[in-house]
Structure formats: C-alpha cells, structure tokens
C-alpha cells in the first residue's frame, strides 16, 4: 500500500505554526524568526517533507529553470567546445554556490558552456545569471530585449541588479602587503581589460604607482590558459632591462604560469619576485613548487547573493539592488620573503 505523501500542512501541524508560516519559513522568504525557521526545517526534515516542486513553478507560469553564463572575453573563439573561461575553477566556485542556492530556493541552474546558438536555451529558462558582463554581450543584450529576467556578477552598464567585489580595495591592500614584504616595483599581468573587475585592478594598480612616483609595467597575455601566459611572463621575467620586481595578476591562471615560469629562470621566489593572485583557487596552494599569495573573492557567495537577486526579480520585485561582497588575502610563500 503506498504511503501518503507527507503536505506543507504536516510540516506546520508538526512545528505549531500557520501553513504561511511553515511555506516562508522553507522558502527563505518573509520575516520569520531564526528560531522558527529552523524549527521549520528541522521538523520538514524529520517528517520527510519534499516540496513539489514542478507544480510550484507551473502554478507561477515557470519552468523551473535558472542558466548561468560567463561573458565572453575578445580572446574567446566561438565554436565548438566549452569557452576558455570555464578552463578557470573561480567560475566553477560561482556555479557551485549558485546551483546549490537555487535548488534550494526550488529551481535547477544550468551552465552554458558557449555563447553559440544561446538564444533559444535562454528561451526556455526562468532568468539568467552573466558573470563578469561585457558591454556588448549578445546574451544579456537578447535577454534585456526579451524581459528575460537577469542579474550580472559583476557591474553591468544596463539597469539591472549586481553583485560585485571591491576590487580597488583588494588589489590596493594586495599592493601594501607585498611593500611591506620589501617589493618595491609591481608589474600588473592581465589578459584583457572588457571586464569591469580587470578595470577596477588596472585603475587602482595605476593609482599606486602614480602616488609613489613609479612607472607602471603592464604585462598581457594572448588569453587565459597558463600555456598561452607562460610565454610571456618568462620573457618578462628574463629580460636584462626587468622594471619589476613582483608581479600582480588578475587570474590565478596568471599566477600558475609566473610562478613556473620563474622556477624554469632558476628565480628564487619570494628572493627574486614576489607573486600575487588577484584571483585565488585551489591550484596556488598545493601542487605548485612555491604556494601563491591570492585574493579570496569568495565565490560561492557571489553566486549564491546573485541568484537570490534573480528569484526577487522572478517574484516582482522591481527594485535593484547592489551588492559588494568583502574580499581576503590568503598570505603565502611567494610573498613571504626571509
């Protein structure tokens, strides 16, 4: 004989309050008290609860679908494959954060792996996510023609929703650690200067030099793979004529490349050069001869503050917002100089 399938009207019978109530409570909406929501939940979790989710998003016209897309950047070729962008784990982080808030919040979220042929995938999605908006991307250019709803990671020139790092304030504070570890001449290495956080980096990196009197040194990569950076930052690094001694880079990417690069220059790092990331992951702190100092970006909020932005627009809430979520510096050897 099958058993009944347990209601919202159990879950509120059990933990004493108001089907309202226990409905909010689950969905992270309306303003319960802490004590009661996870009274809520316990009590959900205990009794088997399991919203049904399919009817929830047909009662509300949804498909229960949530895509999200990093823009791309002027090096990314269109055509098969995934964009080179993915190659990054900071964008994997965002995905991860974001997958889990929305499956939470009752909805599945997809990843586009490439721009081609995103018009009719966007189409049958609730709303979209852009990470790292550049003015002229076709996907959240059809998405504001459609009213497709939509948020960026990242500040976008549109009117619409953000949440953002305070990048001028990270790339400052990363500049001020590696001074008082005896750097005294920082190149910036980049690969492309479309995303606003590269600007906001570049700016602040030229604020600092300007104020001490130094002259910048700008160093760009062909892309954002280590074996299309490596190239040049070895030239750089072996060059008679070096203006620099540490090196500030915008992707971890970046910093993977410099730091073999160095080593196969039989560079001594931190002695030598000092290494940053402006963008931390995994693959600074283990697997590498010398662990890289790196700017935690917190990405898995990121993506979780983005995606509940998309279901306050999903449920009419017109209002935007803006939002900056704090960044650290994990300290490590290559800036740890004696």
């Known amino acids: 004989m099958q058993s009944r399938r347990v209601t919202i009207k159990d879950v509120a019978r059990e933990a004493g309050?108001?089907?309202?109530?226990?409905?909010?409570?689950?969905?992270?909406?309306?303003?319960?008290?802490?004590?009661?929501?996870?009274?809520?939940?316990?009590?959900?979790?205990?009794?088997?609860?399991?919203?049904n989710r399919l009817a929830k998003n047909l009662n509300a016209g949804r498909t229960g679908s949530l895509v999200l897309a990093v823009s791309p950047q002027p090096f990314t070729a269109q055509g098969a494959g995934l964009q080179p962008e993915w190659d990054i784990e900071y964008y994997f982080r965002v995905l991860n954060g974001a997958s889990l808030r929305a499956f939470e919040r009752g909805f599945l979220m997809s990843m586009l792996p490439t721009h081609t042929s995103s018009r009719g995938f966007l189409s049958a999605a609730d709303g979209l996510v852009v990470v790292d908006p550049s003015d002229d991307d076709p996907l959240l250019a059809e998405a504001i023609r459609s009213g497709r709803p939509c948020v960026t990671i990242?500040?976008?020139?549109?009117?619409?929703?953000?949440?953002?790092?305070?990048?001028?304030?990270?790339?400052?504070?990363?500049?001020?650690?590696?001074?008082?570890?005896?750097?005294?001449?920082?190149?910036?290495?980049?690969?492309?200067t479309s995303s606003s956080y590269v600007r906001d980096e570049l700016s602040a990196y030229l604020d600092w030099c300007s104020a001490r009197g130094i002259e910048p040194v700008i160093l760009r990569s062909p892309g954002p793979r280590v074996d299309e950076a490596e190239p040049v930052i070895r030239a750089a690094l072996a060059s008679d004529d070096r203006r620099f001694d540490s090196v500030l880079t915008t992707l971890d990417t970046l910093a993977h490349a410099t730091e073999r690069a160095a080593m196969a220059l039989d560079l001594d790092v931190p002695g030598d050069v000092q290494i940053v990331s402006l963008a931390d992951s995994r693959y600074l702190d283990y697997g590498l001869r010398k662990s890289i100092t790196a700017l935690d970006l917190h990405p898995v909020r990121l993506g979780e503050v983005a995606v509940d932005m998309l279901i306050e627009v999903l449920e009419g809430n017109v209002e935007r917002r803006r939002e900056v979520v704090p960044i650290s510096l994990n300290v490590r050897e290559s800036t740890l100089a004696g």
Do not use: C, M, P
């Open 154 to 192: 990242g500040r976008n020139s549109a009117d619409l929703s953000w949440v953002d790092n305070d990048f001028a304030t990270g790339t400052t504070s990363a500049l001020a650690h590696i001074s008082t570890n005896g750097a005294s001449r920082a190149a910036l290495f980049l690969s492309e």
């Open 17 to 51: 309050v108001s089907v309202a109530t226990a409905s909010e409570a689950l969905n992270g909406k309306g303003r319960v008290a802490a004590s009661t929501r996870q009274n809520v939940i316990d009590v959900a979790a205990r009794v088997g609860y399991t919203a």
